[in-house]
Nanobody
Framework: QVQLVESGGGLVQAGGSLKLSCTAS????????GGWFRRAPGKEREFVAG????????VAADSVKDRFTVSRDYAKNTVYLQMNSLKPEDTAVYYC??????????????????WGQGTQVTVSS
């Protein structure tokens, strides 16, 4: 079992930045691809960004690809989501996830095996 804990959420003004962290315990995160999803009020959970097991492939949703960057630190067993130029529509609960897919970066909920509890990001206008 892998336990994932997110941190770094909070309240920020539009145009500001936040960096989310997702740290794994119980198993090394280096054995998994990492992903970030979000669920806004009244909406379904959606893919935001992901990074492959090797760290060599990153992808991001069109709505965030010019503003958000995903990265990982194997030594710290952590995956990050750097969010810049935040907009009110980025307000959501952000979830970290781990996938056993060995190649590439999965983008769907079903491809991820473990999930964090979520962290709230609120962007004020």
């Amino acid at each position: 079992q892998v336990q994932l804990v997110e941190s770094g959420g909070g309240l920020v003004q539009a145009g500001g930045s936040l960096k989310l962290s997702c740290t794994a315990s119980g198993h090394t995160f280096s054995n998994y691809a990492g992903g970030w999803f979000r669920r806004a009020p009244g909406k379904e959970r959606e893919f935001v960004a992901g990074i492959s097991l090797s760290g060599g492939i990153t992808v991001a949703a069109d709505s965030v690809k010019d503003r958000f960057t995903v990265s990982r630190d194997y030594a710290k067993n952590t995956v990050y989501l750097q969010m810049n130029s935040l907009k009110p529509e980025d307000t959501a609960v952000y979830y970290c996830a781990a996938s056993t897919v060995p190649i590439g970066t999965p983008r769907t909920n079903d491809e991820y095996n473990y999930w964090g509890q979520g962290t709230q990001v609120t962007v004020s206008s």
